[in-house]
C-alpha cells in the first residue's frame, strides 16, 4: 500500500501542523483539495485542541492529521531562569515594560499524562505527528488500536531508527531547512543535515514511508525531494500566508518584505528557525547567557513581544519560517495546493 493509499489522500503534499497559526479553516482547504491538511495542537488545552479537531471535521469529510509535542518536560532551573530574565531586562525597559519574576511552563507534553491521547481516541482524526520525540509505548498501541495513523518528525537517522522500531508508521523527515521549531530528541546534540541529504539517509536505511520537510516552498522543489525517494513533502511556511490561516499582520508582511532566516533558542528555549529579527541582532550576541528552558523561555519571550508589539514593534515576534522563504507566493489554500501540483507535474 502506497503513502497516499494509506493516507486516503490523492496529492502527495502535507500542510505542516504549525501551531499557533494553523486553523480548523486552513487544515479543511488544504484536505478538501486532496491534500493533508493539520492541526498543530501542541501549544492548545485538551478540551481546545478536542474543539479544534471537531471544528475540522464539520468543515471537511477528508483526512487530515493533528500535532502534539513530546518533549521531556523539564522542571525549571531557577538560577538559569532568573540569569535569562535578568539578560533580557533592558529589552522590556526600552517598552516601558517590566519582566515576570518567574516563568510558566505554557505548553504541556504528550508524554504527561494521557488527557491529549483519551482526545485522539474520542474523535478519531485520521492522523497524528509528534514533535521533539515518540509516544510512550502504550499510547501508540492505543493509537494503532483505534486505526490512527502515527507519523514523527525525525532531523536525524538514529532519530528516525528509533521512530520506526517503536512501530510509528510514517517518518517525517525534518531538515535543517524548515521553519518553526527543530525536532531533535535531545537538545545537546542537532546533526543540521539538509533535507535532501536525510531523505535520501532515511530512504537508504529505513523502511516506513518518508516525508520531506523544510525549505520547500514550490512545486519544483517538491518534484525533486520525490524524485530522491520521498513519499510526500510537508510545506508549512508556503501556507502561512493565505487568508484562512492565524498568522497576523506583521507576520504576513514580514515574509514578504524581509525573508531571512536564522536558527536561534532564545525565542522559547528550542533551536527554531524564523526570519532574522530582534532576537538574532539583539539578543543572540557572544555574551550571551544559557537559555531558561523550553517552554518556560517561551513564556518570558511572548511578554516581551507583548510589551513591545503595544508600542508598535513586532521584532520580538515568534515569526517562524523557512529557508527559500523569498520564494512563498501570495495565493489562497485551495489555489496553493493546486499550483503546487501542477508544479510538481511539469515533466
Same mark, same amino acid.
Given at each position: 500500500?502506497?503513502l ?8 502527495a503534499?502535507f ?8 486553523t480548523?479553516?486552513?487544515a ?10 493539520s492541526?498543530g495542537?501542541g501549544a /492548545?488545552t485538551?478540551e481546545?485542541?478536542r474543539?479544534q479537531i ?5 468543515l ?22 532568573q540569569q ?11 517598552y516601558?515594560a517590566t519582566?515576570?519574576?518567574q516563568?510558566?511552563c505554557?505548553?504541556? /507534553? ?9 482526545v485522539l481516541l474520542?474523535?478519531?482524526p485520521?492522523?497524528v /505527528?509528534?514533535?521533539f520525540?515518540i509516544?510512550?509505548a502504550?499510547q501508540?498501541?492505543a ?5 490512527i495513523i ?14 520506526e522500531?517503536?512501530g ?6 525534518q531538515?535543517?531547512e524548515a521553519?518553526g521549531?527543530r ?5 545537546s546534540?542537532?546533526s543540521c ?10 530512504k537508504?536505511?529505513?523502511s516506513?514511508p518518508?516525508v ?6 514550490i512545486?519544483?522543489q517538491?518534484?525533486a ?6 513519499d ?7 501556507f502561512?500566508?493565505?487568508?484562512? /490561516?492565524?498568522?497576523n ?6 515574509l514578504f518584505?524581509?525573508p531571512?532566516?536564522?536558527?536561534t533558542?532564545?525565542?522559547?528555549g528550542?533551536p527554531?528557525?524564523?526570519l532574522?529579527?530582534?532576537w538574532h541582532t ?7 547567557p544559557?537559555?531558561a528552558a ?8 511572548k511578554?516581551?513581544h507583548?510589551?513591545a508589539?503595544q508600542q ?5 515576534g515568534?515569526?517562524w519560517?523557512g529557508?527559500?522563504?523569498a520564494q512563498i ?11 503546487l ?5 511539469i515533466?
Amino acid at each position: 500500500m502506497t503513502l497516499l493509499e494509506q493516507l486516503e489522500i490523492k496529492h502527495a503534499i502535507f500542510l505542516a501542523p504549525m501551531a499557533g497559526v494553523s486553523t480548523p479553516e486552513l487544515a479543511a482547504e488544504v484536505s478538501n483539495q486532496g491534500a493533508l491538511g493539520s492541526l498543530g495542537l501542541g501549544a /492548545s488545552t485538551a478540551e481546545a485542541a478536542r474543539q479544534q479537531i471537531l471544528a475540522t471535521q464539520a468543515l471537511t469529510d477528508q483526512p487530515f492529521q493533528v500535532n502534539f509535542f513530546c518533549h521531556q518536560s523539564a522542571a525549571l532551573d531557577s538560577q538559569t531562569a532568573q540569569q535569562w530574565i535578568q539578560h533580557l531586562q533592558p529589552q522590556f525597559a526600552k517598552y516601558g515594560a517590566t519582566p515576570p519574576e518567574q516563568l510558566r511552563c505554557i505548553y504541556p /507534553s504528550f508524554l504527561d499524562n494521557d488527557d491529549f491521547l483519551n482526545v485522539l481516541l474520542e474523535t478519531r482524526p485520521k492522523a497524528v /505527528s509528534f514533535h521533539f520525540g515518540i509516544p510512550h509505548a502504550h499510547q501508540i498501541q492505543a493509537l494503532k488500536n483505534a486505526g490512527i495513523i502515527t507519523l514523527v518528525s525525525a532531523t536525524h537517522l538514529t532519530e528516525a531508527q528509533a521512530i520506526e522500531a517503536a512501530g510509528i508508521d510514517i517518518i517525517i523527515a525534518q531538515g535543517i531547512e524548515a521553519g518553526g521549531h527543530r525536532g531533535i530528541f535531545n537538545q545537546s546534540f542537532d546533526s543540521c543535515i539538509k533535507t535532501a541529504d536525510l531523505v535520501q539517509l532515511l530512504k537508504k536505511h529505513c523502511s516506513a514511508p518518508v516525508v520531506a520537510a523544510g525549505g520547500i516552498m514550490i512545486g519544483q522543489q517538491a518534484k525533486a525531494m520525490l524524485q530522491l525517494g520521498a513519499d510526500a513533502v510537508q510545506l508549512g511556511t508556503a501556507f502561512v500566508q493565505c487568508k484562512t /490561516s492565524n498568522a497576523n499582520d506583521a507576520y504576513r508582511k514580514a515574509l514578504f518584505n524581509q525573508p531571512l532566516t536564522q536558527v536561534t533558542a532564545s525565542i522559547s528555549g528550542r533551536p527554531a528557525r524564523g526570519l532574522i529579527n530582534h532576537w538574532h541582532t539583539q539578543v543572540d550576541a557572544p555574551d550571551r547567557p544559557p537559555v531558561a528552558a523550553y517552554p518556560y523561555a517561551y513564556d518570558l519571550g511572548k511578554q516581551l513581544h507583548a510589551a513591545a508589539s503595544q508600542q508598535g514593534d513586532h521584532g520580538f515576534g515568534a515569526f517562524w519560517a523557512g529557508s527559500n522563504a523569498a520564494q512563498i507566493r501570495e495565493l489562497e489554500a485551495a489555489d496553493l495546493v493546486n499550483q503546487l501540483v501542477l508544479e510538481m507535474n511539469i515533466a
